[in-house]
């Protein structure tokens, strides 16, 4: 069994509870609140789907405690969370920084490398993540950069909380700071091609146009 084997990676996504007026706020004005929560389940099932072509155990982790909710119990992402058997977990609170290590940590207790994703990449497909994982065999931490400047991966064998520190979350630094605080605590950090996300109402339409 080779080190990049299934077993020895874990995926995790990262998601928003499906509720109005907490996903996807960007899209509101335009797709209004109702529509911002399909727009985010469309993103969130795009991005599993692809994640679990990838070939690596998949967990999705929500930014807060489920609760009930009768159409998004209803949708294609939770059938696909059943389907597949894939765990969910809730994030630890605090900022992003503080949210993704402690998922982080948690995962190296039990495989090798962790790779996070957010539920707005849909750009990210099953051999992107595959490459993280190669990647990871020769680096401590690996990026794939978003085009504004944050990110749509991150993946780690090694982790030092401490490269979250002073990160300015939702800014075009994000990127550069992450990269720039892991080498400061001595981590080596690799990264992929850029990709793009889904944050305003043009990245969406792009993603749009991308299903038909």
């Known amino acids: ?14 998601c928003k ?8 706020t960007r899209l509101i004005p335009a797709l209004g609140e109702q529509g911002a929560v399909d727009a985010h389940l469309a993103l969130s099932t795009a991005v599993l789907e692809n994640l679990l ?15 009930d909710l009768q159409y998004a119990e209803s949708s294609r992402l939770f059938d696909l969370l059943k389907q597949n058997g894939v ?8 900022n ?6 402690g998922a982080l940590r948690d995962g190296l207790e039990r495989v090798e490398r962790v790779i996070i994703v957010g539920s707005d990449c849909p750009a990210v497909q099953g051999e992107y993540v595959r490459k993280a994982a190669a990647a990871l065999e020769k680096t401590d931490v690996v990026l794939g950069p978003a085009e504004d400047g944050g990110y749509v991966l991150i993946g ?15 800014t075009d630094k994000v990127l550069l700071q992450t990269a720039q605080r892991a080498e400061e605590v001595g981590l080596t950090v690799g990264r992929l091609n850029t990709l793009w996300d889904v944050d ?7 993603f749009q146009l991308g299903r038909s």
């Open 87 to 94: 765990k969910e977990q809730v994030q630890c609170e605090g």
């Open 200 to 206: 305003e109402v043009e990245d969406w339409d792009r």
């Open 17 to 24: 509870w499906p509720a109005a007026g907490n996903v996807k």
């Open 1 to 14: 069994m080779t080190s990049t084997s299934a077993t020895s990676t874990l995926v995790i996504q990262f």
């Open 156 to 170: 780690v064998r090694n982790l030092e909380s401490r490269m979250f520190d002073g990160v300015e979350w939702g």
């Open 96 to 101: 992003l920084g503080q949210r993704m290590s």
């Open 53 to 67: 072509v990838a070939g690596f155990p998949v967990e999705l982790w929500w930014d807060r405690a489920p609760d």
